[in-house]
């Protein structure tokens, strides 16, 4: 059973259009949420979320967590090709416990 | 710049060798980890660390052991390596509660 899902799998879209990916997670000893993009290469670090309601934002990325349904989301506005990745979800939980990732939506931005 | 880096980018081994995938970190981080990632099943963890000397086995650590002699580096051997290990695998390190800062990866391929 998985611990962190995260929906769609993959998805493709075009240049300008506007994305949301979703992370759900059970409730245990939860301390944050993260999320990371990967190219071809290592994960990098995006957003660390532990308040509910409250948006991160990076240019045309943000992200926000609702901690009484579980999930978070992962919006990209304005999409562009340089976006075309994995994005992983990955829930921490306290006690310094390792972080456990869900299996990543793979986004495909075409011209 | 701070920054994980692992000792090969690819590397082609042949079953029943010994492998050796090392890791270093530069940012005097207690925690390191060893993740392998394949299609389809994400992020898998293998080992972590909290502190030197110290290890602790994660989800899938049949087939491996590793090695932390000094705070800065990290190692993952494969004791005798099969083709069900071909893989791309990520060393991660972190400080405290903080997150994740992957290295680039090594992609095994076992034949």
């Known amino acids: 059973e998985d611990k962190v899902v995260q929906s769609p799998l993959s998805l493709v879209v075009h240049e300008g259009d506007t994305v949301t990916l979703n992370c759900s997670y059970e409730v245990t000893n939860f301390r944050s949420l993260l999320w990371y993009k990967q190219e071809k290469k290592a994960p990098t670090f995006l957003f660390m979320l532990?308040?509910?309601?409250i948006e991160k934002k990076s240019g045309r990325l943000s992200s926000i967590l609702d901690k009484k349904e579980l999930f978070s989301i992962l919006n990209i506005t304005a999409t562009q090709t340089g976006d075309s990745a994995i994005y992983l979800c990955a829930r921490g939980d306290s006690g310094n416990t390792p972080l456990v990732f869900g299996k990543g939506t793979r986004l495909s931005v075409i011209a | 710049d701070v920054k994980v880096t692992q000792s090969s980018r690819y590397l082609v081994k042949r079953t029943g060798e010994k492998v050796f995938l090392e890791c270093v970190q530069d940012m005097d981080h207690e925690n390191m980890f060893w993740y392998r990632q394949d299609p389809g099943l994400g992020l898998r963890l293998i080992y972590f660390?909290?502190?030197?000397?110290?290890?602790e086995k994660g989800d899938i650590p049949e087939g491996y052991s590793v090695s932390r002699e000094k705070k800065e580096r990290f190692s993952l051997i494969l004791e005798s390596a099969s083709t069900n290990q071909t893989s791309m695998y990520l060393c991660?390190?972190?400080?405290?509660?903080?997150?994740?800062?992957f290295g680039p990866g090594t992609r095994l391929t076992v034949t």
């Open positions: 532990t308040s509910s309601g």
């Open positions: 991660a390190s972190s400080l405290n509660l903080g997150p994740y800062l």
């Open positions: 660390s909290y502190d030197v000397k110290m290890k």
